[in-house]
T-cell receptor
Framework: GIQVEQSPPDLILQEGANSTLRCNFSDSVNNLQWFHQNPWGQLINLFY???GTKQNGRLSATTVATERYSLLYISSSQTTDSGVYFCAIDNYGQNFVFGPGTRLSVLP | EPEVTQTPSHQVTQMGQEVILRCVPI?????FYWYRQILGQKVEFLVS????????KSEIFDDQFSVERPDGSNFTLKIRSTKLEDSAMYFC??????????FGPGTRLTVT
């Protein structure tokens, strides 16, 4: 099945810094989504982005499907951005394969 | 904005007991899913459901698990005889025709 890797596994930032999280995948995709898991365990849907670029406030994401990667950009990070960021891939099986996540800690 | 809801938020049960986790998907969605996340690990797919039947299931989804959409709105996951290793967060998701998935807040299951 499809393999999903995320880097870095852990990231510590000072408030106000920018960051880039990466998701690599091993096969073509039908769907790719980025999620933020908050400290209460909830999965918050950030982007539905099987290809192209999207922006939502301080967050943006780019997926280059032909090169099998996606990037999540966080600008001017805030302490509330802390948590685990997952990318999830559906390669036409209709169910998601989740990456292992990037744990982000934003320090005040 | 419509959202997926799950009840209960936290369930504690004794080993060997049956549990039913409930989900109300977004009303015009056609695809329904259950995932689980053992503490500290990544989210794993359990089962997908479409047109009133299972469309795909993982190797985790053995005979102890079953799903049902009893009344056209609720979507349930039943575990017949819980084991300690079933302790996890269980997420329900529903999908629109573009396959974008919307996740519920999760049910934390603790088996003692």
């Amino acid at each position: 099945g499809i393999q999903v890797e995320q880097s870095p596994p852990d990231l510590i930032l000072q408030e106000g810094a920018n960051s880039t999280l990466r998701c690599n995948f091993s096969d073509s995709v039908n769907n790719l989504q980025w999620f933020h898991q908050n400290p209460w365990g909830q999965l918050i849907n950030l982007f539905y982005i099987p290809s192209g670029t999207k922006q939502n406030g301080r967050l943006s994401a780019t997926t280059v499907a032909t090169e099998r990667y996606s990037l999540l950009y966080i600008s001017s990070s805030q302490t509330t951005d802390s948590g685990v960021y997952f990318c999830a891939i559906d390669n036409y099986g209709q169910n998601f394969v989740f990456g292992p996540g990037t744990r982000l800690s934003v320090l005040p | 904005e419509p959202e997926v809801t799950q009840t209960p938020s936290h369930q504690v049960t004794q080993m060997g007991q049956e549990v039913i986790l409930r989900c109300v998907p977004i009303s015009n969605h056609l695809y329904f899913y259950w995932y689980r996340q053992i503490l500290g690990q990544k989210v794993e797919f359990l089962v997908s459901f479409y047109n009133n039947e299972i469309s795909e299931k993982s190797e985790i989804f053995d005979d102890q698990f079953s799903v049902e959409r009893p009344d056209g709105s609720n979507f349930t996951l039943k575990i017949r005889s819980t084991k300690l290793e079933d302790s996890a967060m269980y997420f329900c998701a529903s999908g629109d025709p573009s396959y974008e998935q919307y996740f519920g807040p999760g049910t934390r299951l603790t088996v003692t």
